[in-house]
């Protein structure tokens, strides 16, 4: 990471003391990473990464139909088949028979405490008739892997299995466990896995620090890495409820109040309400290293943007791309609609869920009061949706995004010195991630989390939670090679 970057972590008097000693140790590790550089190239295939990557594609894990535990079971027998004893590879299930989590343990010398690498089993939905291939058949074409998880984030499961396994056929001993833990429901569904885990498991998965390779990752420019994102914090998601209802009656004699148009209005008004643009430490840094990447008008937009005050019409043309709006902003999209109940009647009601990701300093109370305001809708109710049982609520919780962890030499010398030799000379990054992930669990329960990955995806090319999702072969290739040897050198410093 460079010094310029460094700023990001001295957002409170309380970080500041780690600071000095974390640069020095950083730059120590830049060295070292220079001297690699030369190393660097296509990773060679991994047979055994690339056979799990394939299994876990074709066990369909959606909420819907699909089974996490399925998919736990299969990686616990792959574990057992390679030597790990029964207590270091368990598959636990809660309440819902679907929805299992894999906890795996690689035993250490036992001189640090554990590790702890979290991945959702889980996947967003994917309708066949959406693709045009099969999203659950595993398909290798013109240098990419096809199949609903290749991004998000079976590609990550599969790598840190073969890893763990790897590590077990070489007696690999590091000085601290490694454990994984392969969990369910963080895509949607009630059964969040690694918060069912905290708090019935603890001890299972009670580590010092986690990685979760569910963000992060290596920005990319057709094919050629510009820079390798670590988050540093994340957005919060919120799922929010518009409904309308109405007596109805019969469709030939049509009155004003209508739940469909109210909830129409009330969209529309939605779509041309931007919320505030908005910077926080790590975006800042991460936008500073940006307009070096950049170039042409994005890049003069970055830097008046930058400025103080900002630059209000290079914010509007920012945020005409997805990546740099949703880094800015609040974001607030329509996700799914229903109404009406028969073609002759009128409709009794109507309502939409509103999908939110919400910047760092915010709560889901405050965005909903937002969402009011904006609709302008008085007969319509917004209510937020509670994750864990799928209730309406009047009010949304006033719970804010996680704070950034404190840095950790080990992890940040382990990521520099690895993505040199795979990625010269690009820059390590902190990094917002505009979506959710897990971290917000592990981070609740004083864990310092930081989101590290090497799959390479193309800016342009982001497929997660779409149709079509792919990987380049090579970009996986490279991520299984990354992580592994990334994994060797944290889980031994210290």
Not at 176 to 196: H, M
């Amino acid at each position: 990471m460079a010094a310029s970057s460094l700023p990001v972590w001295a957002m409170s008097s309380h970080l500041r003391p780690a600071l000095h000693k974390w640069k020095l140790g950083l730059l120590c590790g830049c060295l070292a990473a220079a001297a690699d550089a030369a190393h660097a190239g296509h990773a060679k295939p991994d047979p055994l990464a690339r056979e799990i990557f394939k299994q876990l594609i074709e066990i369909n894990t959606t909420d819907s139909v699909g089974s996490t535990t399925v998919a736990a079971q299969a990686m616990q027998k792959r574990l057992l088949d390679a030597g790990f004893k029964p207590a270091d590879a368990q598959v636990l299930v809660g309440t819902n028979p679907k929805r299992g989590n894999l906890v795996a343990r690689l035993h250490g010398k036992g001189k640090l405490k554990p590790l702890l690498i979290i991945g959702h089993l889980d996947v967003v939905e994917a309708k066949r008739e959406d693709w045009t291939i099969d999203p659950f058949a595993f398909t290798e074409k013109d240098g990419y892997f096809y199949g609903r998880g290749t991004q998000d984030m079976k590609n990550s499961d599969a790598v840190a299995m073969a890893a763990l396994i790897r590590m077990k056929k070489e007696g690999f001993v590091p000085k601290r466990d490694i454990i994984l833990a392969l969990t369910a429901d963080e895509e949607g569904g009630t059964d969040n896995g690694v918060d069912w885990l905290l708090k019935n498991h603890r001890d299972l998965i009670d580590a010092e620090f986690v990685l979760n390779p569910d963000s992060g990752g290596v920005d990319a420019d057709a094919g050629k890495a510009v820079a390798m994102g670590v988050e540093a914090t994340e957005k919060l998601y919120a799922d929010f409820e518009l409904s309308a209802t109405d007596p109805g009656g019969h469709s030939s004699l049509p009155h004003p109040d209508n739940p469909i148009y109210e909830v129409s209005r009330a969209l529309d008004r939605l779509q041309k309400s931007p919320f505030p643009f908005e910077l926080n430490p790590v975006t800042r840094v991460w936008l500073e290293h940006m307009q070096n990447i950049e170039d042409g008008q994005r890049s003069r937009d970055i830097k008046v943007i930058l400025a103080t005050p900002p630059d209000g019409d290079a914010i509007a043309r920012l945020s005409t791309n997805a990546r740099y709006n949703s880094t800015v902003h609040t974001t607030c999209v329509a996700t799914r609609v229903e109404a009406g109940h028969a073609n002759n009647a009128l409709p009794q009601r109507a309502r939409a869920i509103v999908n939110c990701r919400i910047l760092p300093g915010h709560s889901p109370e405050e965005v909903r009061q937002d969402l009011q305001r904006i609709f302008a809708e008085p007969k319509l109710a917004v209510r937020y949706i509670d994750p864990r049982t799928d209730q309406r609520l009047e009010r949304a919780p006033e719970r804010k995004a996680m704070t950034p962890p404190l840095p950790r030499k080990d992890v940040f010398d382990a990521i520099t010195r690895t993505a040199a030799k795979f990625w010269p000379g690009i820059p390590v990054v902190p990094q917002m991630e505009t979506g959710a992930s897990d971290s917000v669990y592990t981070m609740a329960a004083g864990m310092p989390s930081y989101g590290v990955n090497g799959a390479l995806i193309d800016r342009d090319d982001v497929r997660a939670h779409g149709r079509d999702e792919r990987l380049r072969v090579s970009a996986f290739d490279d991520s299984a090679a990354f992580y592994y040897e990334f994994l060797k050198i944290v889980s031994s410093a210290g």
